[in-house]
């Protein structure tokens, strides 16, 4: 759980550095678009039923390690700001925290031998 919220963190760093760092344009709207997206899927990941959700922050994190060469940043400090923040970003997704309970079992939870018992129930 403390991985998500110190992706939190770099997603918010996403969104405020910009503006202290002064970046180009694109550079800007491009933290300014995934630092919200990268906040959105840890809040979802911090529950256990929902803890999957963080691997979606992959693409995100693949695409600030590449954007700097395709959106062709003009300073330096922006693409170095973008990749560490990637790399940072991959390491914290795959820190998946402690299982205490479990959810669900999908579709074939309708078939295993408890199901069996709750029709049996609801035809009574």
Excluded at 17 to 26: R, W
Aim: glycine residues 8%; contains cysteine.
């Amino acid at each position: 759980m403390w991985a998500r919220f110190i992706n939190i963190a770099i997603g918010l760093w996403l969104m405020i550095s910009p503006s202290l760092l002064d970046f180009n344009d694109m550079s800007k709207n491009n933290a300014h678009i995934v630092g919200p997206i990268v906040i959105t899927f840890s809040i979802i990941g911090i529950s256990g039923a929902t803890r999957n959700v963080r691997l979606w922050n992959f693409p995100l994190a693949f695409w600030l390690l590449v954007s700097p060469w395709i959106l062709n940043y003009e300073n330096h400090i922006s693409v170095l700001h973008h990749v560490v923040s990637g790399i940072l970003i991959l390491f914290f997704c795959t820190i998946k925290g402690k299982i205490t309970r479990k959810y669900g079992g999908g579709w074939s939870a309708l078939w295993s031998a408890n199901s069996k018992h709750i029709q049996l129930n609801n035809e009574e």
